[in-house]
């Protein structure tokens, strides 16, 4: 099946810094979502984001399906930005309409 | 519109024991998903109801099991429960099989 990386696995800034996160995938895709999991564990949607670029306030996100990458940028990170960044996608051969999930990137924002 | 709601928020079993969990999903959706969450780690897929016919399943035991109803609400049923089965289990509906799907707050289920 799709295999789904994120990187990097941990990332630490100062607010007011900014910060790429990046997620590759091994085959074609029909979906691609970046969901944010806050400390109680609900999956916040960030972008829906199969090819192209849509931005955000703050957050921005550009997928490129023929390279088989989606990056999601952070700017003027702020402390409320901590926590885990996940990037699910959908394949588009053998699928059965599930996300497949990264193993995230836990991002910490120190004041 | 009402977003995707799920019950109870926490739950402690005692191992052996079967436990419900129930989704509500957001207005207009017809599709469920239902997704474990071990700590550390990804969701990690369970099932899929759409129009309450499964539509696939991951790598579970039969002891997982799931309903969809009329209103497109969902129950996901663990019997003989282990260990093992400690997780956060989210909901995810969408429109479709193939379209922007939405997760609830999870419920967090402690097996002991």
């Known amino acids: 099946g799709i295999q789904v990386e994120q990187s990097p696995p941990d990332l630490i800034l100062q607010e007011g810094a900014n910060s790429t996160l990046r997620c590759n995938f091994s085959?074609?895709?029909?979906?691609l979502q970046w969901f944010h999991q806050n400390p109680w564990g609900q999956l916040i949607n960030l972008f829906y984001?199969?090819?192209g670029t849509k931005q955000n306030g703050r957050l921005s996100a550009t997928t490129v399906a023929t390279e088989r990458y989606s990056l999601l940028y952070i700017s003027s990170s702020q402390t409320t930005d901590s926590g885990v960044y996940f990037c699910?996608?959908?394949?588009?051969?053998?699928?059965?309409?599930?996300?497949?999930f990264g193993k995230g990137t836990k991002l910490s924002v120190k004041p | 519109e009402t977003g995707v709601t799920q019950s109870p928020t926490h739950l402690i079993k005692t191992r052996g024991q079967q436990v419900t969990l129930r989704c509500s999903s957001q207005?207009?959706?017809?599709?469920v998903s239902w997704y474990q969450q071990a700590l550390g780690q990804g969701p990690q897929f369970i099932f899929q109801?759409?129009?309450?016919?499964?539509?696939g399943r991951g790598n579970f035991p039969p002891r997982f099991s799931g309903l969809q109803f009329p209103n497109y609400s969902s129950e996901l049923n663990v019997n003989a429960l282990e260990l093992d089965d400690s997780a956060l289990y989210l909901c995810?509906?969408?429109?479709?099989?193939?379209?922007?799907?939405?997760f609830g707050q999870g419920t967090r289920l402690t097996v002991v």
């Open positions: 207005s207009g959706h017809n599709t």
């Open positions: 995810a509906s969408s429109f479709g099989v193939n379209t922007e799907a939405f």
């Open positions: 085959d074609s895709v029909n979906n």
């Open positions: 984001i199969p090819s």
């Open positions: 109801y759409y129009r309450e016919e499964e539509n």
């Open positions: 699910a996608v959908l394949g588009a051969r053998g699928s059965q309409g599930n996300l497949i």
